[in-house]
């Protein structure tokens, strides 16, 4: 795995740190690394950090696999919606961790992700980007280097990532649309859920209602943050708690999942500068519960 820069006119005469670093957004750490795994070549020859790069010149940095891996592979099914050398956007089913935990250490998106790689002969740690509750359905990406984790993850922090999201809640909401720009924190000390309180993060979400039920709603939602439960706090202290999630105040009546599927997925892919459009369809428990609720309205 690997990354190319042709240097420019503006980059004539700079240390290759520095081309690193300003242009390509290399990290502190990763510049670090390179130098410790003697990963850089210019023009096909190995080179310091501090070797002056000419106008013309290919820089290429190899990254080294990751040979320690925390992971067990197991072979699970994944449902792939796009792969690269550099990422991978997986379509997670509800009922499925993202990490392994200490008492939870197979059955895991990491433990099929790991599987898939070493099948291809890529040995990486796993390195999820985006974040799914266990229940919560949808599009994940995943970055096969630290370099690329680094990378999005700034997208991510500086709002250049636009993720949307899919969601049935309870009641009809009034409005076609709206802002909740409500703080996120525990409300107490060791609460095992989320809440509104004026101690937490900023939080900001944006909804759109798609379709209104009988007894709920269609609703698109974009997170302009990415707070823990976000969208199941959001709603519920709205007053239209997401149907099956009884954490939450919904019903497990007409599903036993929180009906929440992160649906698209927008971004810059960090080498080739594309834009990136990700969409994972609708799994069929959500597509059976709007029919469903369609259906009851027609009756």
């Known amino acids: 795995?690997?990354?190319?820069?042709?240097?420019?006119?503006?980059?004539?005469?700079?240390?290759?740190?520095?081309?690193?670093?300003?242009?390509?957004?290399?990290?502190?750490?990763?510049?670090?690394?390179?130098?410790?795994?003697?990963?850089?070549?210019?023009?096909?020859?190995?080179?310091?950090?501090?070797?002056l790069a000419k106008e013309g010149d290919l820089i290429r940095v190899h990254f080294q696999d990751d040979f320690e891996q925390p992971v067990i592979p197991q072979d699970i099914p994944l449902d792939i919606l796009f792969e690269d050398e550099h990422i991978l956007a997986v379509n997670k089913p509800f009922n499925m961790l993202v990490h392994p935990l200490s008492y939870h250490t197979?059955?895991?998106?990491?433990?099929?992700?790991?599987?898939?790689?070493?099948?291809?002969?890529?040995?990486?740690?796993f390195r999820a980007v985006s974040r799914l509750d266990k229940d919560t359905s949808g599009v994940i990406l995943i970055a096969k280097s630290s370099y690329i984790c680094h990378q999005l993850s700034q997208q991510m922090q500086n709002g250049r990532c636009r993720k949307e999201y899919l969601a049935v809640v309870h009641n009809q909401i009034v409005m076609d649309s709206g802002i909740i720009d409500l703080p996120i924190g525990r409300?107490?000390?060791?609460?095992?859920?989320?809440?509104?309180?004026?101690?937490?993060?900023?939080a900001i979400t944006h909804f759109t209602v798609l379709q209104r039920f009988a007894g709920g709603s269609l609703i698109r939602l974009r997170l302009e943050t990415g707070r823990t439960h976000q969208i199941r706090v959001h709603m519920s202290h709205?007053?239209?708690?997401?149907?099956?999630?009884?954490?939450?105040?919904?019903?497990?009546?007409?599903?036993?999942?929180?009906a929440l599927h992160s649906w698209r997925?927008?971004?810059?892919?960090?080498?080739?500068?594309?834009?990136?459009?990700?969409?994972a369809p609708l799994p069929a428990d959500l597509t059976s519960l709007i029919n469903e609720s369609i259906h009851s309205i027609n009756q």
């Not at 709205?238 to 929180?258: C, E, K, V």
């Open 1 to 51: 795995m690997h990354i190319e820069y042709r240097v420019t006119k503006d980059n004539n005469n700079q240390k290759v740190s520095q081309i690193l670093k300003n242009h390509l957004k290399f990290s502190r750490g990763e510049i670090r690394r390179v130098k410790r795994c003697a990963g850089l070549t210019v023009n096909g020859q190995t080179v310091r950090l501090n070797t």
């Open 106 to 125: 197979l059955n895991t998106l990491a433990n099929g992700v790991i599987h898939h790689w070493q099948l291809q002969g890529h040995n990486s740690k």
């Open 187 to 202: 409300p107490y000390e060791d609460s095992l859920i989320f809440g509104i309180t004026p101690r937490g993060k900023e």
């Open 238 to 258: 709205l007053g239209h708690p997401l149907m099956g999630d009884d954490l939450y105040g919904g019903s497990l009546n007409m599903i036993r999942r929180q």
């Open 265 to 279: 997925l927008e971004f810059s892919h960090p080498v080739t500068r594309e834009n990136m459009q990700l969409v």
